[in-house]
């Protein structure tokens, strides 16, 4: 499982975000493991939906976009 401390330091460490659709976001982090969000904005506030480790193809992108 995913915890909130893991979101948040996932959010808050340059993550990859991709917009998706729905107006939703995925956002991709390291947080001890690399994660993956998913969000909507409404105003200046992110509504977590979901979150998961992340699978290969995600993580094989974060590395390539991220480093």
Known sequence: NI??????EAL???PL???TRD?????IGNAQ???TVIFHMFK???F?????LSTDVQRKLY???RG
Do not use: Q
Not at 23 to 27: D, E, I, L, P
Not at 48 to 52: G, M, N
């Open 12 to 14: 808050f460490s340059n």
């Open 33 to 35: 493991r690399i994660i």
């Open 17 to 19: 975000i991709l917009k």
């Open 48 to 52: 977590i939906i979901t979150s998961y």
């Open 3 to 8: 915890n909130a401390s893991e979101i948040k």
């Open 63 to 65: 590395k390539r976009r």
């Open 44 to 46: 200046d506030t992110a």
């Open 23 to 27: 107006n939703r976001y995925m956002a």
